[in-house]
Structure formats: structure tokens, C-alpha cells
């Protein structure tokens, strides 16, 4: 079967340099934005210069840096949005935690539906698998796209590190335990896009990585 080829673009958005993506089918231009945590405007621009029509905003977890933009991405897109419903409380809350760490910060609109461990988000012919991986909070997700060999692992894998787990609902035990299982399963030649700093693959983090 011929793979159909998919648009796929990060950009760096937000006040702790957030990795948004913005993924689509090249055929349909039918797309998805990922953790637009700031600095929406450059999400548009990205969305406009390939003629994209987003139908999905989803967030890999609640922390305030991730969902920051939410609010003015859904507006912009009129879009649905997406979270794993243990971490769904966190986005009527994402102004007050910003503001606790100094920064500016707007809460999130309720999602309009939750993300499932083995749900597939279909946009245009191209094909997403969710992944439910929990530690670093309660409702972190991974991204697979199968077809394609990538995986956009939010605040759970890192290059050559994993995400923090001393935060509320972090677990350092089950952040271990849904890499394992979620993503070292996965095939060494598939890219890990982290939601902060560069890509690195899945064969790189199961030899590499200090935390295993």
C-alpha cells in the first residue's frame, strides 16, 4: 500500500519553548496543531502558508506551557479540542499555574472530546495512534503515526532524558513503566518528536538513555 504523504512542522511557541506541530495530510491540506502553548500567530502563519484546514487541537497533557493557546487556536481554526480526561481539569487552571511561576498565562476552553489509549484520529488519509503515557502526569499522551515512523512524545521522553515527575500527579515509577511499554515497543527507526528541545529516535533512547 502507498504511503500517503503527510505535512509535518514544529515551531517552537511559549514562554518555556514549547515544540507545537502542526501535522497534516498532503493531499486533503486536512490537519491537526499540537500543544499550541503561546505565540499563536506563528501557528497560523505556519497553517496558512500550506492552505491547511485544522479540524483538531490536541493537547499531549495540561500543564499551562502546552495548552496556553488554546484558546485563541480554537477560535482561530474552529477546531475541536482534544485531552485525556485525567488531565482535563488542568485546563480551567492554566492562567493561575502560570502566573505562579512568574508568567503570563490564559486559561484553556473545555475539550470537546478525550483522548483514549488506542483511539486512531484520522485528518485527510493520513492516521494517528493515541498512546496513553502516564508519569509525568496522569493523562500524557504520545502521538504514533505508524506510517509515517514518527511519534510526538509530549513531556514524556526526551532526547537522552525523560520528562520531570515531582510535579502533582507525576509518578517517576510510571513515567519508567509507560516508556517501556509504549514506546520502546515501538520500532527502533521511529523519530521521537519531545515537546521540548530536538528529535531523536527510539533506538537512540533505548541504549542512549541515562534514565534506562
Do not use: W
Request: charged letters at 20%; one cysteine or more; aromatic letters at 8%.
Amino acid at each position: 500500500m502507498r504511503e500517503i504523504p503527510m505535512i509535518f512542522e514544529s515551531i517552537v511557541v511559549g514562554p518555556l519553548s514549547v515544540n507545537s506541530y502542526v501535522v497534516a495530510c498532503a493531499q486533503s491540506h486536512e490537519g491537526i496543531v499540537v500543544d499550541p502553548g503561546g505565540d499563536v500567530d506563528l501557528i497560523i502563519s505556519l497553517v496558512e502558508k500550506y492552505g491547511l484546514k485544522i479540524h483538531t487541537i490536541i493537547n499531549t497533557h495540561g500543564h499551562f506551557d502546552h495548552v496556553g493557546g488554546n484558546r485563541q487556536a480554537v477560535a482561530a481554526f474552529g477546531a475541536q479540542l482534544l485531552i485525556h480526561t485525567a488531565d482535563a481539569p488542568l485546563l480551567s487552571h492554566s492562567a493561575e499555574i502560570a502566573r505562579k511561576y512568574g508568567l503570563p498565562g490564559e486559561n484553556s476552553p473545555e475539550a470537546d472530546s478525550y483522548l483514549v489509549d488506542g483511539m486512531d484520529i484520522f485528518f485527510g488519509m493520513n492516521r494517528l495512534k493515541v498512546l496513553h503515557t502516564p508519569g509525568h502526569t496522569q493523562g500524557g499522551c504520545c502521538l504514533y503515526f505508524e506510517d509515517q515512523r514518527k511519534v510526538i512524545t509530549g513531556d514524556t521522553l526526551f532526547a537522552d532524558s525523560i520528562g520531570r515527575t515531582d510535579l502533582p500527579g507525576g509518578s517517576h515509577e510510571q513515567l519508567l513503566e509507560s516508556i517501556r511499554t509504549k514506546l520502546f515497543t515501538l520500532p527502533d527507526d521511529v523519530v521521537a518528536y519531545p515537546g521540548h528541545g530536538p528529535h531523536t529516535t527510539i533506538g537512540h533512547e533505548k541504549s542512549c538513555n541515562p534514565y534506562f
